[in-house]
């Protein structure tokens, strides 16, 4: 069997790929061994990643937590969902892409000096901007509050998260579990937008690539559209000026 | 539940108070339907056989039996309202001490003077017209419901007051962070006085708010002609469901308030503290729970760096203020709102565009914005939480004042007197000197959100009197 620290970097890097993408896997390890599994997981992201997330670092030193040595040194370290949404709204407002592209590198490891975003007339051409030259796939969330959340996740992130959330969505209903090399080939009705950046439309990318094999024919929606992030951040207007 | 002089206890419902700490017992209002408007508006006469000068003796003889210490039913009332308030003890304590002073002979009579006119109430006042007919005009009292807001136990004698000064007929819903002191003061009238008509001119009972079944029976134009309703945006457009024709609203609804401190206030050390004690107080004071209250504040210090600098170090000189006001005006905060506490450290940990000063401890927090805009969450602004906005002209604060705008505290004085032609343009209802948002207690001559509360609880009836040698008759033309 392999080590311990070589199984937790697996769990860690391929949740699904480790429990052989079975729901009875996940639901089988024993209590003892998901505890030191999930410390030594959470003890090894923090020590990639403190330094590497300035939002992350900021609030280590804040709340004064140098190290994971339990599971519950993690919560003060969980950002609230304030945290996607602590520019100034002006920002969107009035098209100031750069400086909103210089608050979300401080949630993120990718490097976004680079990026060029000169030019951008709004949301939607500055989030497609990231995803054409960044692996960052920005999940917004409605902004009817008057403020959108912007959460970066990338790729590697979104991957491992849908797949991983297959199995428990699959493997109890004896369905196969579908990887990206294995796709499912069934018919997909999702009674929505057939793309979007919310975090509720971003996996229609996933559902249509993983569940319909990639055939569009099979994929229905009921607006064959992209959601327009613009038109959904401005009726928060209403939100932001009302007492 | 006090009902026109008769104390009830009887029907009791369990009910719980905001803020979960308290549950209590009262009688049903459902159960007391039919007696708690006054269905016969003819019944009001009896308000007519009391003169002016012996409703101010009512009321200075109410006031002296509200002396706290004498008072049983004020003191139950302010323990309990511990449990239910927005604000901590020492602040609930020191507004039940002052709700006797309230209620001075020339503080009543100033209020009815200036809001609605003594000789009004008292009577017919003639009017000679160029047509040759003359017109009187007098102030009748009317029958209304009163949906009082809890933030301060003063906005419940205040209603009292109102409704026995205009010899009307009032039944207040005790509002849920504060179903006491309305019923104390009743029960204090009901000792002093049980059948004196402004005794029998007031009721008080608790029902849950949006109750709609009870409230569509109650709130019927032959059982009230207004309806008096304080509140949040959700409470008060809730009431407008009600509104027909012969039922009216008169609407205090929800209100920010906001402060302008002017360059001279950073022109010297001096200018500088004396501004920051003055804004403190206005954050500070009933621990923010008023809607007089400042929440954002824009300082003309300019946005260059020397701006931001005099900004942030005005904002430090306002926190130590905040901390250092008297315990009676202001205390480290009842219960930090969470959400706001996770939308001030957000902006914290960011840092490039907002300078939080405190807030670690749940005490309150000044943040200073680092660019010529408010925090995102301004309009969640409590808990002794404020935002100085640095801008650079002032006219950037009028873009920011709209019919949602009640208080606006100025520094200094003189910028005032520039200001107060064009703030109400923009929808700011009340202009004050820096450090006096919520002195005057409601007692501002009546004028209240811009609008005349008084004189809109009245009926302004006109007797119009003619005779046809001097005025021309139609039915000669």
Same mark, same amino acid.
């Not at chain 1, 569940?211 to 990639?214: D, F, N, V, Y």
């Given at each position: 069997m392999a080590s311990l620290d070589s199984q937790v970097d697996q769990m860690v890097t391929d949740p699904a790929g480790y429990f052989h993408r079975s729901a009875t896997q996940i639901h089988s390890i024993s209590r003892d061994k998901q505890d030191i599994m999930q410390l030594l997981g959470l003890r090894l992201r923090f020590e990639q990643l403190r330094d590497r997330v300035p939002i992350l670092k900021k609030l280590a030193d804040e709340q004064r937590v140098g190290e994971i040595t339990e599971l519950d040194d993690v919560v003060p370290l969980l950002f609230s969902h304030t945290v996607y949404k602590s520019y100034p709204v002006s920002l969107l407002e009035q098209n100031r892409f750069a400086q909103l592209t210089r608050w979300l590198q401080k949630l993120t490891t990718v490097d976004l000096s680079e990026l060029d975003v000169s030019g951008c007339d709004g949301v939607d051409d500055w989030i497609g901007r990231i995803d054409a030259h960044t692996p960052i796939r920005i999940r917004t969330s409605s902004g009817t509050s008057g403020q959108m959340s912007f959460i970066p996740r990338t790729v590697r992130e979104a991957d491992r998260h849908f797949y991983s959330m297959a199995i428990g969505t699959c493997d109890p209903v004896g369905l196969r579990v579908p990887t990206p090399e294995q796709p499912l080939d069934m018919h997909l009705v999702i009674p929505t937008f057939r793309s979007g950046y919310s975090g509720v439309l971003r996996p229609n990318d996933y559902y249509r690539a993983a569940?319909? *094999? *990639?055939d569009e024919s099979k994929a229905h929606f009921l607006y064959p559209s992209q959601q327009s992030a613009d038109l959904m951040f401005s009726p928060g207007a209403c939100g932001r000026r009302r007492p | 539940m006090v009902v026109r002089g008769q104390v009830i206890a009887d029907n009791l419902v369990e009910i719980g108070g905001r803020g979960g700490e308290l549950r209590f017992l009262t009688p049903d209002a459902n159960a007391y339907l039919n007696v708690l408007p006054l269905a016969d508006p003819g019944r009001l006469r009896d308000l007519y056989q009391v003169s002016f000068e012996e409703i101010l003796d009512y009321l200075q003889e109410l006031g002296r039996r509200l002396d706290f210490d004498g008072n049983p039913y004020l003191q139950e009332a302010c323990g309990l309202s511990y449990l239910t308030a927005p604000t901590t003890p020492p602040l609930i304590d020191f507004t039940y001490r002052r709700l006797s002073g309230f209620c001075t002979r020339d503080r009543l009579r100033e209020i009815a003077e200036h809001a609605v006119g003594v000789e009004y109430l008292e009577g017919w006042v003639p009017i000679e017209l160029t047509s040759g007919a003359t017109v009187q005009i007098r102030c009748f009292g009317s029958r209304a419901v009163h949906i009082v807001a809890g933030n301060s136990p003063i906005i419940s004698l205040l209603t009292i007051v109102r409704n026995a000064l205009l010899r009307s007929d009032a039944i207040i819903k005790a509002p849920s962070n504060d179903p006491f002191t309305a019923l104390a003061i009743a029960r204090t009238m009901c000792d002093m006085a049980p059948d004196h008509p402004i005794t029998r001119h007031l009721a008080v009972a608790y029902w849950k708010g949006g109750d709609v079944g009870f409230e569509e029976r109650l709130y019927q134009p032959h059982n009230v002609e207004k309806i008096v309703a304080w509140g949040g945006f959700a409470s008060v457009k809730h009431v407008t469901r009600y509104i027909q024709p012969g039922l009216e609203l008169i609407s205090l609804d929800p209100k920010r308030s906001a402060s302008v401190i002017g360059e001279q206030a950073f022109d010297s050390e001096d200018e500088m503290s004396e501004a920051a004690i003055r804004l403190a107080t206005d954050i500070g004071s009933v621990n923010q729970a008023g809607c007089v209250n400042a929440r954002v504040i824009y300082a003309?210090?300019?946005?260059d760096d020397a701006g931001l600098a005099k900004a942030n170090a005005f904002g430090q000189l306002v926190y130590d203020a905040m901390l250092g006001l008297p315990s009676c005006v202001s205390t480290k905060p009842k219960r930090y709102d969470l959400s706001l506490k996770e939308s001030v450290d957000a902006v914290r940990l960011d840092g490039d565009w907002y300078h939080v000063i405190g807030g670690r401890d749940d005490e309150g927090a000044i943040i200073v914005s680092q660019l010529p805009e408010p925090v995102p969450f301004s309009a969640a602004l409590n808990d002794r939480t404020a935002n100085i906005v640095p801008v650079d002209t002032v006219d950037e604060v009028l873009a920011a004042v709209n019919a949602w705008t009640q208080t606006v505290g100025v520094y200094p004085e003189s910028l005032k007197d520039e200001l107060k032609g064009i703030l109400p343009l923009y929808g700011a209802q009340r202009l004050v000197s820096l450090g006096y948002a919520a002195a005057s207690a409601g007692s501002n001559c009546g004028r209240q959100d811009a609008i005349e509360p008084m004189r809109r609880m009245g009926k302004w009836i006109v007797n119009e009197i003619a005779t046809p040698d001097k005025v021309p008759p139609m039915w000669a033309l």
């Open positions: 569940i319909a *094999g *990639g | 003309i210090t300019g946005t």
